[in-house]
């Protein structure tokens, strides 16, 4: 890994600031364990500074550079961003490599989403111009009412660090479109693209304050953004536990929350299955991105007439993945993200063991890697419903695996979670898949397939996988507001009272 990291400060009005209190947090290849820069770490007077800056542009010449402009005018600023984006990707792909481990395939994948996202975002942002003074159609001909669509205000944007550019750009695209500016505080252990991003936004000329960008610990960066009081909306990504945080501040200020939170999303393989298509699609739902997708299809459901035969397969299959630093050719699972990750994943293994669970494959560090946050990928069999492994959101590469015998019991064991994120259910017979797609409590299912995920399809949880959606046409909604304006049409006195 040969390329310089870029010291950055915080972008904040168009500006790279230094935080007032000059502190730095490490950044750590997880490949290797070694420090190799460090990123700016924001505090609570530098969100005042960057919330102040996203205020001033909102009300910029009255709105008229940003927030009350067409869609259209907007629409050539997300437009430039994912073309500069796209033009950048060599640089953006070396340093989400380093920042995340995520193999070099995937994170090109994941820039050019970035592209697609802002691009998408683009589209609707013209889209939105034709939906202005939208007629509502009114039960009295004295009367004619339509509705507005306008900015939200100054939104604060949380994102995680498994999908760092992407699941940021995911919120800064509506966001602009929808008029709005805002202030992104992306995960403190994978930043470096999103600070990058800041430079694009310059070279796009994006008007200063429309988007700034803070780096820092959650509650030093993160908590100061949602409790402000002149923020007005706040959309997060992360786990549950943070997200129960960030709604009960939000509360206090009545302040509208998106929230898309953790998961632990069930995948059913009924018997009448190719078994090794099913198989491939089986591990690719869990153990893409190192394992740390909030949609990880982690709890395997399947037909206990084929159960013996498909872990054979899944543990074939599973032991041809490449496991190598992300940077190496064929590379498909890297390094988790951190140390405090590791520990946690292999904890959660070590119990499953002691509480009777079998490892059928992984469970340990790859021989051949002796530094880095490796971990094989991992099967787990012999599962009981009361297991942590099978309850709990791991984040890792592993997958547990349990049998059912009816598609009713296949059902109620995908539903008997706290979580409500996503499923995927494999079968040939596709009135079976219907059926169990409506039972399926989640915002998202996939039929025979895991985790495409596309930027023009809706995207959230229910239960405690959070709520709202984001993405597609709904994606934008998250950062308007909807004005009803109703008009007396007739010269007639309305003659309520008696005229005086
Ligand atoms: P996390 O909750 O630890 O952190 C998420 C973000 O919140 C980070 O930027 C963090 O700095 C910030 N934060 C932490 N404490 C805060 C506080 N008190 N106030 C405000 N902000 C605070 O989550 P993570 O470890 O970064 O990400 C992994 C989690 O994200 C998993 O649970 C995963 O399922 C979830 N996730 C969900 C989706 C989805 O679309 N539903 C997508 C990706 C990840």
Redesign the pocket.
């Known amino acids: 890994m040969a390329f310089p990291i870029p010291s950055r400060q915080l972008f904040i009005d168009g500006e790279w600031r230094e935080p007032i209190k000059r502190n730095r947090i490490p950044i750590i290849n997880p490949a290797t364990e070694e420090t190799v820069g460090d990123i700016p770490a924001a505090n609570a007077e530098d969100v005042e500074a960057a919330v102040s800056a996203a205020r001033k542009a909102l009300k910029r010449n009255k709105g008229r550079d940003w927030a009350a402009t067409s869609g259209a005018h907007r629409a050539r600023y997300l437009r430039a961003i994912a073309a500069k984006v796209s033009e950048r990707k060599d640089h953006f792909v070396k340093l989400e490599t380093m920042d995340s481990g995520k193999p070099l395939d995937e994170v090109a994948l994941d820039i050019d989403d970035v592209s697609t996202c802002s691009e998408y975002f683009a589209g609707q942002a013209e889209a939105l111009d034709d939906k202005q003074k939208y007629p509502v159609k009114l039960p009295m001909d004295r009367f004619k009412s339509h509705v507005l669509r306008q900015p939200i205000g100054v939104v604060g944007l949380?994102?995680?660090?498994?999908?760092p550019l992407l699941?940021a750009t995911?919120k800064i695209a509506p966001a602009l479109a929808a008029g709005c500016t805002a202030v992104l505080?992306?995960?403190?252990?994978a930043s470096v693209t999103c600070l990058e991003f800041g430079e694009v936004c310059n070279e796009v000329g994006l008007p200063p304050g429309v988007l700034n960008i803070l780096s820092?610990?959650?509650?030093d960066?993160?908590?100061p953004?949602?409790s402000h009081p002149d923020v007005d909306k706040i959309a997060?990504?992360?786990?549950?536990?943070?997200?129960s945080?960030?709604m009960g501040?939000a509360a206090q200020l009545v302040k509208p929350v998106t929230?898309?939170?953790?998961?632990k999303s069930p995948i059913i393989v009924f018997e009448d299955n190719d078994l090794d298509i099913a198989a491939e699609w089986a591990i690719f739902g869990c153990f893409w991105t190192n394992g740390?997708?909030?949609?990880?299809t982690s709890r395997l459901l399947v037909h206990e007439s084929i159960a013996a035969e498909f872990v054979d397969r899944l543990v074939k299959w599973t032991e041809k993945i490449k496991i190598s630093d992300p940077f190496e050719e064929g590379c498909r699972l890297g390094p988790v993200?951190s140390k405090g990750?590791y520990d946690k994943i292999m904890k959660y293994i070590s119990t499953a063991k002691s509480e009777g669970a079998t490892i059928s494959c992984g469970g340990s560090r790859p021989e051949h890697l002796k530094k880095g946050y490796y971990i094989e990928p991992t099967i787990v069999t012999d599962i009981s419903t009361s297991m942590q492994i099978w309850r709990e959101?791991v984040?890792g590469p592993v997958l547990c695996v349990k049998t059912f015998s009816s598609e009713d019991e296949a059902i109620e064991l995908a539903n008997d979670t706290e979580y409500g994120?996503a499923a995927a259910v494999f079968s040939k017979d596709l009135d079976r898949c219907e059926r169990v797609t409506k039972a399926l409590e989640v915002g998202a299912v996939w039929v025979n397939c895991s985790q495409p995920c596309f930027c023009h399809a809706p995207?959230?949880?229910v239960k405690r996988?959070?709520f709202g959606r984001?993405l597609g046409e709904w994606g934008i909604e998250n950062y308007l507001n909807i004005k009803q304006v109703t008009s007396d049409i007739s010269d007639e006195p309305w003659g309520w009272y008696k005229s005086p």
Not at 158 to 163: L, R, V
Not at 185 to 189: D, G, N, R, T
Not at 216 to 219: H, R, T
Not at 236 to 243: D, H, L, N
């Open positions: 949380i994102s995680p660090w498994n999908y699941m995911w505080k992306p995960s403190e252990l820092g610990l959650g509650p960066a993160g908590a953004l949602v997060f990504t992360g786990s549950s536990a943070t997200g945080k960030v501040s929230l898309e939170l953790g998961g740390q997708i909030c949609s990880a993200i990750q959101e984040f994120l995207w959230g949880g996988s959070g984001e």
